[in-house]
């Protein structure tokens, strides 16, 4: 039983990622029309905010420590960064110490100005053209943004760890009546499936409760409609990219300390989330957000010990497997809507 | 005032060397000059070309770069540039600073992309359009078998670079191909002893393996050795390769009674795998009524820089550290003067990957300059049995049944609080080579045959 919870977590704090991803390209694809295959990039994007961040924050000015010697037999070069010359060593420490959460300020007007660049400069043009071209476009895109990211950061992933009071472990079970010692969580991976449905969450408000909101998901039902009211829909859509690419960014973010960044992280994520997506249904949010939780946690109990006793090679197929039975069953997907790319 | 050097005994010693080449039958030089021309690319010029071949882009680019410094420095050092490095301690006195047989060493380099098939692909480039006489380089043990299989047929020499599985010159060793890095056997063979004086003769084992060649290999030496000591191997899962979240592996692992975590990953897997373990709790947790414990049998440098603190405690082997000769004394002689060398150079100290590489080099050079020719077969015969030192590992045989070298091997642990990000980890100890040293025959690398050497065209 704690065995199954455990994969459940597991489930959910992998499907999180799945569904913010699922999320925002759901919401390209809903409004704009394009399939976008830079979505992952834009995720990993976010995450090297956070590394960024972290450097400004170690930013350091040299001392000579004529007492010790480098590894060439000079003068050690001491290394003190300026926010703990600047504020005290304790202060400046913390400030370091919480650099991921701090990034999420950082992410935000960044990946919504990425998002808006990206759309205006090269989305924007291949509305018209057929989704082979959009596909061929955007996965090129994805290539450059993280050959980009490698050139300034290398390949090496970088330790990107949550601030001290989240690190470690604690015992969920207790929480919910198991016995003690016996479902033992990280503490951050807890945090990032809550700011996950946060996010979520918002996403949803955001598009159900405001007028610009409504205007959108009014946009995406019947977009020639909504321009003969006057209303400029092309708008709204572009910040409803750069608001997409603010998701894939802050889940990126938020996932520096589960696992070290990497240039590589957003295709490992992308294709993943896009078999997310389509299991969903095509231009479906919540289908996007179900089918992410949902595989993440299939994923999740096939890669235990008895599921591949039982078929070996399962925690490598499943995913797809799935995707197939859900295609030959429903084609539109989960929750996908009649004439979504059915034209 | 100018001083001539000619004397009496020189020129009667030069007089009669040419007397004795113009009377020498035609057939003789003749033969000579055919044995030059009867291989691939024979260098005819006043330059030799070298191939580099290392992972330029994808996961392992930042070791891929590291290897190609220490060639581009080895390169400097073959030529007479720069302070010479490892040329100054080798025990081998053939090289004098002049490149290969009087012929400046250039190079070309090749992209892996950590993929078996670019790799042979730029193999290939760099053997037929270059004219590449010796291919070095590689950062996995897939790239490396398919390399030295390529290498073998078109008949070019090959100095693997960072590979690890007992394949390389197990099952897939081939007579053109050498490797100085050790392997995985070894690294279970010094890590056994250590790891029972830590940790007990009464542990059970889970472990998490990469599914490829060197994941398997790796698994396979060290649940034989730990099982001849006594521990008990409760399971054994394989992880994909391209596995990014090991949540789901990692979370059954304290449930399965196992007190022993053996993180059989490398590279990415390895820096993800390790930061899960530690994030749930692995590292301080207890089983058994035991301190849990977790073991990476291979790092790098560059991996323990990724794991970050997750490191910190973590036993494993390597090849070759930096610290080894200021830490353990001349025997490991060389280690400074490559470090001194790579070090002003490139500002940092070099990894294990840029000494392999290095060393790989200079022994190619040295074995072409003993054997008078480029010719593979007569580089291999070289090679063969060669022992040398001063090349940072102390005392090492290029053993002849499998090609494969035979030196001490390091035992490291992650620092509790390293000064900076070159000093993560800390030498537990050397282990000596006879302990590392295995039959030619011994199981783990049964069914490979070397084959005869081939010169190529």
Not at chain 1, 61 to 90: H, K
Not at chain 2, 317 to 333: I, M, P, T, V
Request: aromatic share 10%.
């Amino acid at each position: 039983m704690e065995a199954i919870f455990l994969q459940i977590l597991n489930g959910l704090d992998k499907g999180s990622a799945y569904a913010l991803i699922a999320l925002g390209l759901t919401l390209i694809f809903g409004t704009l029309g394009v399939v976008n295959f830079a979505h992952g990039a834009l995720f990993m994007i976010g995450a090297f905010c956070a590394v960024t961040l972290q450097r400004i924050f170690n930013a350091s000015f040299t001392t000579i420590d004529e007492s010790r010697t480098d590894f060439l037999g000079n003068p050690m070069q001491v290394q003190t960064p300026y926010v703990e010359a600047w504020f005290g060593p304790e202060i400046g420490a913390s400030i370091i110490d919480w650099s991921v959460p701090l990034a999420i300020l950082l992410a935000i007007p960044v990946m919504l100005l990425v998002g808006f660049i990206m759309e205006r400069g090269l989305i924007k043009h291949f509305y018209k053209r057929p989704h082979a071209d959009q596909i061929l476009v955007t996965f090129g895109l994805a290539i450059v943004l993280q050959e980009v990211i490698k050139y300034f950061y290398g390949a090496n992933p970088i330790p990107t760890p949550a601030p001290d009071v989240f690190r470690g472990s604690m015992d969920f079970g207790v929480l919910l009546g198991f016995d003690p010692n016996v479902v033992i969580y990280p503490i951050w991976r807890l945090v990032y499936f809550i700011f996950s449905l946060s996010i979520i969450a918002a996403v949803f408000g955001f598009l159900q409760f405001t007028t610009f909101g409504m205007v959108v998901r009014a946009g995406m039902a019947d977009r020639e409609t909504v321009g003969i009211l006057g209303i400029d829909i092309d708008k709204r859509f572009t910040i409803m990219f750069g608001i997409a690419a603010a998701v894939a960014g802050l889940a990126g973010v938020m996932y520096t300390p589960i696992n070290p960044p990497n240039y590589h992280m957003g295709m490992d994520f992308l294709v993943l989330s896009f078999v997310v997506v389509v299991v969903g249904g095509m231009g479906s949010l919540p289908g996007a957000v179900l089918a992410g939780f949902l595989l993440g946690i299939l994923e999740s109990f096939a890669s235990t010990t008895w599921a591949i006793g039982l078929v070996p090679g399962i925690n490598q197929i499943i995913i797809y497997l799935v995707a197939i039975v859900v295609l030959l069953t429903r084609p539109r997907g989960l929750m996908g809507r009649k004439g979504v790319m059915e034209e | 005032m100018t001083k001539s050097n000619l004397t009496r005994r020189g020129l009667i010693k030069t007089g009669a060397a040419t007397g004795a080449a113009l009377a020498t039958p035609t057939i003789f030089t003749g033969a000579a000059w055919a044995q030059e021309q009867g291989f691939t690319n024979a260098p005819t010029g006043d330059t030799v070309t070298l191939g580099f071949n290392v992972p330029q882009t994808g996961p392992y680019a930042d070791e891929g770069a590291d290897e190609l410094r220490a060639f581009e420095l080895a390169v400097e050092h073959l030529n007479g540039d720069g302070s010479g490095g490892m040329l100054q301690t080798f025990s081998s006195n053939a090289l004098e600073g002049s490149g290969i047989l009087g012929k400046r060493v250039e190079y070309v380099t090749g992209d892996t992309q950590t993929k078996s098939d670019a790799a042979r692909a730029s193999a290939r480039s760099m053997i037929e359009k270059d004219g590449a006489v010796m291919i070095s380089g590689g950062s996995s043990s897939g790239v490396a078998v398919a390399v030295q299989g390529l290498c073998q047929e078109a008949g070019v020499i090959f100095m693997a670079g960072l590979t690890h599985s007992n394949d390389t010159t197990g099952k897939d060793r081939k007579a053109n191909g050498f490797r100085h890095f050790f392997n995985a056997y070894q690294s279970a063979a010094a890590l056994g002893p250590v790891l029972e004086s830590l940790y007990g003769t009464d542990r059970k084992a889970y472990h998490l393996t990469a599914d490829y060649t060197w994941g398997w290999t790796t698994q396979e030496s060290m649940q034989a050795t730990t099982e001849a000591m006594g521990w008990e191997t409760v399971n054994n899962v394989l992880t994909p390769l391209a596995a990014t979240d090991f949540s789901s592996y990692i979370t059954p692992v304290l449930q399965s009674g196992a007190d022993v975590l053996f993180l059989n990953h490398y590279g990415g897997n390895m820096v993800n795998s390790l930061t899960n373990a530690v994030q749930f709790g692995l590292k301080e947790a207890q089983a058994n009524g035991k301190d849990f414990q977790i073991i990476v049998p291979l790092y790098s440098e560059l991996m323990a820089r990724g794991a970050g603190e997750n490191i910190a405690g973590i036993p494993g082997s390597q090849n070759w550290d930096w610290k080894l000769e200021n830490q353990l004394g001349d025997r490991y002689k060389g280690t400074n003067a490559f470090v001194q060398s790579f070090g002003e150079k490139y500002g940092f100290p070099p990894s294990q990957a840029a000494h392999t590489c290095y060393a790989q080099t200079m022994l190619y050079a040295d074995a072409v300059q003993r054997a008078g020719s480029f010719n593979p077969c007569a580089v291999v015969e070289a090679l063969e049995d060669f022992e040398f030192d001063g090349l940072g590992n102390g005392p090492t045989l290029y053993r002849a049944a499998d090609h494969q070298c035979f030196k001490d091997v390091v035992v490291v642990r992650g620092k509790e609080n390293p000064e900076n990000e070159f000093d993560l980890v800390e030498i537990v100890e050397a282990t000596p080579t006879e302990q590392v040293t295995y039959d030619p025959d011994h199981p783990m690398f049964a069914g490979g045959d070397l084959g005869e050497c081939n010169p190529g065209a």
